[in-house]
């Protein structure tokens, strides 16, 4: 089993930059796909990216390829989530999720974290 806590988001201005974090406990890390996900007001929870346990493999939503960056440092049992280029239709509650094997729905995915707001203002 593992926790996810997720932190970085915020405030900021269309065109900024934003470092999401989530934080994950236990010794197991290492060995779980981590996804992340969005949920905007009155939408579905959507992917964003994932990658896979070793980080050798990413894979983005078209929405956000070429301006987020997802990576991990498993000996810190930390993953990242770098934003950039923000458009207010990023604005959403961003989450981590984990789990064994290869997926990018958000159903397969078991652990979740409890969410961190992002908001991109014009």
């Known amino acids: 089993q593992v926790q996810l806590v997720e932190s970085g988001g915020g405030l900021v201005q269309a065109g900024g930059s934003l470092r999401l974090s989530c934080a994950a406990s236990g010794r197991t890390f290492s060995t779980y796909t981590m996804g992340w996900f969005r949920q905007a007001p009155g939408k579905e929870r959507e992917f964003v990216a994932a990658?896979?346990?070793?980080?050798?493999?990413?894979y983005y939503a078209d929405s956000v390829k070429g301006r987020f960056t997802i990576s991990r440092d498993n000996p810190k049992n930390t993953m990242y989530l770098s934003v950039n280029s923000l458009k207010p239709e990023d604005t959403a509650v961003y989450y981590c999720?984990?789990?064994?094997?290869?997926?990018?729905?958000?159903?397969?995915?078991?652990?979740w974290g409890q969410g961190t707001q992002v908001t991109v203002s014009v």
């Open positions: 999720a984990a789990r064994v094997g290869w997926a990018i729905n958000s159903q397969k995915y078991d652990y």
């Open positions: 990658i896979s346990s070793g980080g050798a493999i990413t």
